[in-house]
């Protein structure tokens, strides 16, 4: 009688399960304009908080100040959210009004 290897002695078939992951949700953090808080506050804050380059948070300044409300970046829940907390942390630390919200993208 032949030597059966340990494969041909194993009458089961293993067989992977594939779990689909799902994308996270992402958030839009959207400033939005008001009469007391400075250009130069929010051109810092973008570029503190959200890292744009100085031209990058200068057009999204003048976004906010032209058109009342500007995107300064899409996130993943939980970075959109502690992001907007920084954001009107600094702003009252500041004394500043800056509204600071989040939009399903």
Known sequence: M????????????LTEKKEKLEKPKLFKVI?????????????????????????????IML?????????????????AETKAAKVITMAQENEYPLLCTLEEE
């Open 31 to 59: 400033l939005h304009n008001d009469d007391f808080t400075t250009m130069e506050f929010v051109v810092f804050v973008l570029m503190d908080v959200f890292h744009h380059s100085e031209n990058e948070a200068i057009r």
């Open 63 to 79: 976004q906010v100040h032209n058109q009342g409300m500007g995107v300064a970046g899409v996130y993943t829940f939980e970075i």
């Open 2 to 13: 032949p030597n059966l290897t340990d494969f041909e002695k194993d009458s089961e078939i």
